[in-house]
């Protein structure tokens, strides 16, 4: 499998569209390689629940990373968001199995020791997707897994 890449954490269809320039600051550049780091775990643990559960492709698809301010407030983001500070990332399972996704997230994933500051299961009437923010812009990290309607 091949690694997250900075490109797919700072891609953004809406940047694109509105001609917000997300090109994040180096300090970003750093923590969104940090991020990766955590981001290589969960796939990696993921591919292996996949495998023990006959799930299929454990590839997983980052649907928000890094959102310059600008983007984050087009988006409707928090002031405080992990996001601007390259710290967090939106995931769905490219298998289709977001049920299993968020299991693996609640049960499994957020007992195994890695450091993280929150996982959150989000469900809005439209979508589903797994928040997983690395730490805080003050360091910090929590260890919170919880799940939120948006």
């Given at each position: ?11 953004s269809s809406t940047a694109e ?90 049960t499994e994933f957020s007992h ?39």
């Open positions: 499998m091949a690694n997250f890449t900075l490109a797919e954490l700072v891609k569209q509105l001609k917000i320039n997300n090109n994040p600051p180096s300090i970003v550049r750093v923590h969104l390689t940090e991020t990766i780091t955590l981001l290589e775990c969960i796939r990696a643990e993921w591919a292996e629940y996949c495998e023990r559960h006959d799930l299929g492709t454990p590839a997983i698809r980052i649907t928000s990373g890094y959102r310059s301010p600008e983007l984050n407030k087009a988006v409707g983001g928090v002031k405080n968001s992990a996001h601007v500070e390259g710290y967090a990332a939106d995931l769905q399972p490219v298998n289709g199995k977001q049920n299993e996704f968020e299991r693996f997230f609640a195994m020791g890695y450091a993280y500051d929150q996982i959150i299961i989000e469900r809005s009437k439209s979508s589903r997707w797994v928040h997983v923010g690395y730490k805080r812009a003050d360091g910090k990290q929590r260890r919170q897994c919880f799940t939120l309607k948006v």
